[in-house]
């Protein structure tokens, strides 16, 4: 009878295990949905934002609930060189991007110049937790470019309404600067998990998150 009575408390702890288990398996971990942010309408009007070594452009975004790692970034670039791509967390006091660069990567030259306004997707070689609440606090971030090489690349801009002001620029030892006649077009691949993305791009969703 013992037996059967352990028996049976082994089965009820299992199903309350069970229970207890997340709704999804173990290997669906691994798998990442992602969306595209935007805060352009996708055209990219024939203006281009150009800078010199040490100029920044950064595009303000808020991760969506879900979020938890910025993976990669999207830019409509013409005339292409490398650059740095650079995340930057919002400042203390405005709201404005602050000092201190928390990513950079270098986008190498692709070789051939790209003289078009093409989209470059990069992916971070190490993805951002963007739900770092010490460097990222709601969830906010910009996610840009530095200019390594004078007037290379160029970054479209899109200056039709609406405009949703969320770049941000700056010439080396300038504050920041709010750029309200147009967004530029620079865009954030956000994910709820690391791993591999379901669909990448296809998945994308182009939401203006921040107004
Ligand atoms: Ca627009």
Not at 144 to 161: C, K, N, R, S, T
Not at 162 to 183: A, E, F, K, L, R
Request: aromatic letters at 14%; one cysteine or more.
């Amino acid at each position: 009878m013992r037996r059967l009575r352990s028996l049976a408390t082994v089965a009820a702890a299992g199903l309350l295990l069970l229970f207890a288990l997340p709704s999804s398996c173990p290997w669906d971990s691994a798998v990442a949905y992602e969306e595209v942010l935007s805060c352009d309408d996708g055209d990219s009007d024939w203006q281009y934002a150009q800078g010199w070594e040490g100029c920044r452009h950064v595009a303000k975004y808020e991760a969506p609930e879900w979020a938890n790692w910025l993976v990669g970034a999207q830019y409509c670039v013409g005339y292409f060189n490398e650059f740095y791509l650079i995340v930057i967390g919002p400042s203390e006091s405005s709201p404005a991007p602050g000092d201190s660069v928390q990513y950079v990567q270098l986008v190498p030259d692709m070789g051939d110049a790209q003289s078009r306004f093409d989209w470059l997707e990069v992916r971070l070689e190490e993805p951002v937790q963007i739900r770092n609440s010490g460097a990222f606090p709601g969830g906010v971030f910009f996610v840009g470019a530095e200019w390594i090489h004078y007037l290379q690349p160029w970054f479209a801009l899109d200056m039709v309404a609406p405009v949703h002001g969320c770049t941000w620029h700056m010439t080396p030892g300038n504050p920041w600067q709010h750029y309200t006649i147009g967004d530029v077009m620079i865009r954030a691949i956000v994910s709820d998990t690391i791993g591999t993305p379901v669909g990448g791009a296809t998945w994308s969703a182009v939401k203006a998150l921040y107004r």
